[in-house]
């Protein structure tokens, strides 16, 4: 009797190191190229790969949870997902929600326009400004003197949103913007203005009080950096370093 | 989880404001709803085939597919056609204000005016006889005998409707309107208090809702005022 409970006891605890070693991730799936639905119905995009590096790296299986962006931090949490793999910024307001661990990239903001409009991006007043809300984006866009702010609950809205001519300008993070840009739908349009630098780091956002997590995410990213393996997916989507 | 009375109480100017374009975007659709909602279901209750079939396309469209899915296709669809934006409609359809209004309008009118064809069919077929009979016209037949009767029919089901309108009102946060849930959803893009934000916007929706139920009994009250005199009259006798 006492050696079978001890032998359930056993597996009990070996299934649950098992459960625990599966990392869900959590990501929103629609700001390419970082994180979209790839073709085959997948998470896939910089981040995706990234993600998969780092779980790789730390020995551990991963599966992929998306969730929309505006309640991205509330989903991580109440528990659906471990770590936030969505782009997003290491900001003061964040951090008293959740823990980031170092960045894994950086980012600045971008004005966009349609070709051939002459804007001052010194002075946008009475114009509207176009963001995705719940971003570093937003908060710049929402900053500006004079300007009327529209947020979009995703990036592909704020652009759709910019080619009906709704908003005069879009406020992006630099690098998906650069990926529009090249794109079909983003033909006709251009950066304008310098680069918004805001300091702007991305990190994986865990649970506060997971600092094993963190710790083993951070002790991943450095080892993708020493062994190539981020410069492989860095060059897989941009000609130029993002770290 | 702590819970944090201070953010909800430091919201509540904006969700306010909020508040009222939601009022705004739902009273004025509803209204105009009920006044369109009046030739639709005479058409949808006509003999003939055709005056029949085009209301009936319309309400099955607007019925039959969800909400948001009329409000992309109508925000960030339309947008998307040069003929759309060079036409004169454009300053209008330019602002997600009117579309959000004349989505939601089309909406509630296509439900408004089914709602209302039921209550036009279910009017007592003696009643209109006796019309007939000492030779009203079909005009004011309709007006002093037919929709009377047919409001009040509706009048308990139409409750729903406004309901339904004031709850659904919510998608017009999804094309960037600062409507009681977007303003909800962009203060908690800055506070990231989900919970606590949410329960007071739910708590006003509730607030209004419960306004409206209570301004509606009294209006419906009054207007089936013969039938409280029946019901009471038959409980007096047993």
Request: one cysteine or more; charged letters at 20%.
């Amino acid at each position: 009797m006492k050696s079978i409970l001890v032998g359930l006891l056993a597996m009990m605890l070996v299934s649950g190191n098992a459960l625990a070693d599966k990392i869900r991730i959590g990501t929103e799936g629609a700001y390419p190229p970082f994180n979209m639905i790839g073709k085959d119905g997948k998470p896939a995009g910089f981040d995706v790969d990234i993600a998969k590096a780092l779980c790789e790296k730390m020995g551990t299986d991963c599966a992929f949870v998306t969730q929309d962006w505006d309640g991205i931090i509330p989903g991580l949490l109440a528990g659906k997902y471990d770590a936030i793999v969505a782009s997003m910024s290491i900001t003061e307001e964040r951090m008293r929600a959740v823990d980031f661990t170092n960045k894994y990239y950086s980012n600045s903001l971008r004005f966009i326009v349609k070709k051939g409009t002459d804007i001052d991006t010194g002075n946008l007043k009475g114009m509207s400004v176009g963001a995705q809300r719940a971003t570093i984006a937003a908060n710049h866009a929402e900053s500006i003197e004079g300007a009327k702010a529209k947020l979009y609950d995703t990036q592909e809205n704020a652009y759709l949103d910019l080619s009906s001519g709704r908003i005069d300008v879009l406020v992006t993070d630099m690098l998906p913007g650069y990926d529009w840009l090249k794109s079909e739908q983003g033909q006709d349009y251009q950066f304008i203005g310098k680069t918004i630098d805001i300091d702007d780091k991305i990190g994986i956002a865990v649970r506060k009080g997971d600092g094993k997590l963190r710790d083993r995410l951070n002790k991943a990213i450095t080892e993708i950096i020493k062994d190539g393996t981020y410069a492989t997916i860095n060059s897989k989507y941009f000609p130029f370093s993002v770290y | 989880m702590s819970w944090n009375w201070e953010v909800i109480f430091s919201s509540l100017p904006k969700l306010l404001e909020g508040t009222l374009l939601t009022l705004e975007l739902v009273v004025i659709s509803l209204l105009v709803g009920a006044v369109l909602s009046i030739p639709l279901a005479l058409m949808r209750t006509s003999a003939n085939p055709l005056i029949r079939g085009i209301p009936l396309g319309y309400t099955f469209f607007f019925r039959g597919t969800p909400l948001l899915v009329q409000l992309f296709l109508f925000y960030y669809g339309l947008a998307q056609f040069d003929a759309v934006r060079e036409s004169i409609f454009w300053p209008y359809l330019r602002e997600a204000y009117w579309c959000a209004l004349i989505v939601f309008t089309l909406n509630t009118t296509a439900y408004t005016t089914e709602i209302l064809r039921g209550a036009i069919q279910a009017v007592p077929n003696g009643e209109i006889e006796a019309a007939q009979s000492i030779g009203m016209s079909r005009a004011l037949m309709f007006r002093r005998i037919t929709l009377p009767l047919a409001y009040r029919i509706a009048l308990p089901a139409y409750s729903n409707e406004i309901i339904l309108m004031l709850k659904g009102s919510a998608l017009a946060s999804t094309i960037t309107l600062l409507d009681l849930t977007g303003m909800a959803r962009t203060i908690i893009a800055r506070t990231y208090m989900p919970i606590e934000i949410f329960f007071a916007a739910g708590c006003i929706y509730l607030l209004l809702t419960f306004i409206f139920v209570q301004l509606y009994r009294l209006f419906e009250r009054r207007m089936l005022r013969h039938q409280a005199a029946r019901t009471s009259d038959a409980s007096a006798t047993s």
